[in-house]
């Protein structure tokens, strides 16, 4: 069966990146009242989008271990 | 130990994986729907690769005919009653998403100018004077890219619009990025959208036009 079209040109690598951590982090269904989105071992309940950014560096260059 | 959850699909959908940390992804029934699932030790961290795989899951789900509904990353339960339980009275409205949505993908249109929306007080402006001279210039470049936006959305809505189910337009401008929109658009009609975006690059020279997608319909679930 056919899966998604062709994608379609895109931007610089920072642009498709929040492009993809925007839909991912801060779009879709929520089922439960509070998402907890936990970055670098902290809590949060909101994570705006640039603080995202900045920590999902930060998890990079400190190089987190496995997905658990 | 619990489920994170990707999507909710037509129950009859075989689930795709692997899922985050390389989970196997199952379907918990709710009949006449499912929910796409990974059973983890600990509540998967928000990574870009965590956030990679969630995106990926939900994709497998997509095909011509259907639609997943997109979870945002996050939704997090102790095993699959509490699921049941937390979703059940949703199942009629996620059907009718279901339908609304089936035969759509979601595509991205990011409009970025060729310099930064504000300039940034300098902290170390030397008097009052200067501290108010940048705030100044800052609120008029503010203003600038405002009127700009206005602009750019009436361009993207007389390019786009006739190829479109629905748009959603992200808030801002923010840093470079004069406008983002999210556009609804049926497979159907993916070839026109393409050929109206490729005079979006002339329509709105000089400033950069960034394209994406196709994406699953995150924007249009809410």
Do not use: N
């Not at chain 2, 994709?59 to 339980?85: C, I, N, Y």
């Amino acid at each position: 069966m056919t899966k998604l079209p062709e994608p379609v040109a895109g931007g610089p690598d920072e642009y498709a990146l929040a492009d993809l951590v925007t839909r991912v982090i801060d779009r879709g269904v929520i089922i439960q009242g509070d998402v907890t989105i936990s970055v670098a071992g902290i809590d949060l309940v909101y994570v705006g989008l640039s603080v995202l950014l900045s920590s999902v560096e930060t998890l990079r260059e400190h190089r987190p271990g496995p997905d658990r | 130990m619990g489920l994170h959850a990707y999507c909710v699909v037509a129950e009859q959908r075989i689930p795709q994986g692997p899922g985050i940390g390389g989970a196997p992804v199952h379907a918990v029934p709710l009949s006449p729907v499912a929910v796409w699932t990974s059973e983890h030790l600990h509540r998967p961290v928000a990574t870009v690769e965590a956030a990679r795989t969630h995106d990926a899951v939900i994709r497998a789900a997509l095909d011509e005919r259907s639609t997943p509904v997109p979870l945002r990353f996050g939704q997090w339960f102790e095993d699959a009653p509490h699921l049941v339980a937390a979703v059940r009275d949703r199942v009629p409205g996620w059907c009718a998403l279901l339908a609304e949505l089936a035969g759509t993908v979601e595509m991205g249109v990011r409009v970025t100018g060729t310099a930064p929306a504000a300039a940034p007080v300098p902290p170390d402006a030397s008097s009052g004077t200067a501290y108010m001279h940048a705030l100044l210039e800052r609120h008029h470049a503010v203003a600038t890219l405002q009127a700009r936006r206005d602009e750019v959305l009436a361009v993207l809505r007389h390019t786009l619009g006739p190829q479109v189910e629905r748009e959603f337009i992200e808030p801002g401008p923010e840093g470079d990025s004069v406008l983002s929109v999210a556009y609804l658009v049926r497979r159907a009609r993916l070839a026109r959208y393409r050929d109206a975006l490729a005079s979006l690059h002339e329509r709105l020279a000089p400033l950069r036009v960034h394209t994406t997608g196709p994406w699953p319909p995150y924007s249009f679930v809410a």
